[in-house]
């Protein structure tokens, strides 16, 4: 334990970037589906108290001589500090010997919107132009970057419950403030929900043929961050089926039928789109799975 190393959340901010994190993501996935790591679906412990939650995340992949963890915690109500806060502890897959704690926060904020970019990749239709991001904090702030890493939006719309944060994040990214989640869901190409919200904000009628939508919020089996009605009527894809089938109040309540996981997709065991006019749905829930880099 002398010389564990720890690496700040500065530190991951200034060596990681979505160009580089994104094919990571993509392999991840594609290990995950391919049965390579063995990853349980989270503990999570609610802190009724404060209306808080806390997450365990292990996973161990032997190829890679990774055996890691992370610990999150996400408090939506939280006003002054961040609303998701985390540490990863990498240890040794070979002696069990723990080397390094990594902040988490930049991590989870950057992995999550890289995997939805991964996601997006293989699901969407090609050159998608508009882009809505649902929700103004730090996974739409990540969303727009990781995903305009791999496009050129032509209109970028924000909708949120404050009026403040959406002015100043639409503002921020040079696209338009929307008063409704249906004015800024109207005709986009590529959807994400990124709320703390427990009840659909997102609602069939709104969400055009051929539209992808990254859903990524709700990660409680009672919440919900999407139309029922929507979730039975796209393809809908996941990061994993046991976390969806045990965590996501938007694929149990609605009881809609898993297509496949991504990992699957990208290992060619699934076709993906079949047509350029289905809506096309990843429902995002975490995982914590990853490479040893050379900043470790
Ligand atoms: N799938 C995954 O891997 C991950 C999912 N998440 C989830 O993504 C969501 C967003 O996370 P962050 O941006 O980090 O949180 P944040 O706290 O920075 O932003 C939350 C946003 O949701 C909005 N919001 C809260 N209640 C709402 C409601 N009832 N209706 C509409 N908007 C509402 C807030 O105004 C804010 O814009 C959360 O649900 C979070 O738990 C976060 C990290 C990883
Ligand atoms: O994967 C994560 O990290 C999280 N997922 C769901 C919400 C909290 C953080």
Known sequence: MEHMKFISASQVKNVLTFESLIPQMEKALAKFSDKKVVQPVRSVIPVKESGGFFGLMPSLCSEDNVLATKLVSFYPNNKDVPTHNAVIAMFNASNGVPEVIVDGEVITAMRTAAVSAVATKFLCNKNPKVLALLGSGVQARSHYQALSTLYTFEEIRVWGRTKANVDSLASELNGTACHTAEDAVKGADVIVTVTSSTVPILKKEWVKPGAHINAVGACRPDWQEID??????????????????????????????????????????????????????FKSLGNNFCEKSEYI
């Not at 796209?234 to 045990?246: E, G, I, Q, Y």
């Open 228 to 281: 029922p009605e929507l979730m039975r009527s796209v393809s809908l894809f996941v990061d994993s089926r046991d976390a969806a089938l045990t965590e996501s109040g938007d694929v149990i309540l609605s009881k809609a039928d898993i297509e496949a996981e991504v990992g699957e997709v990208i290992l060619g065991k699934n076709g993906g789109r079949k047509t350029a006019t289905e809506v096309t749905l």
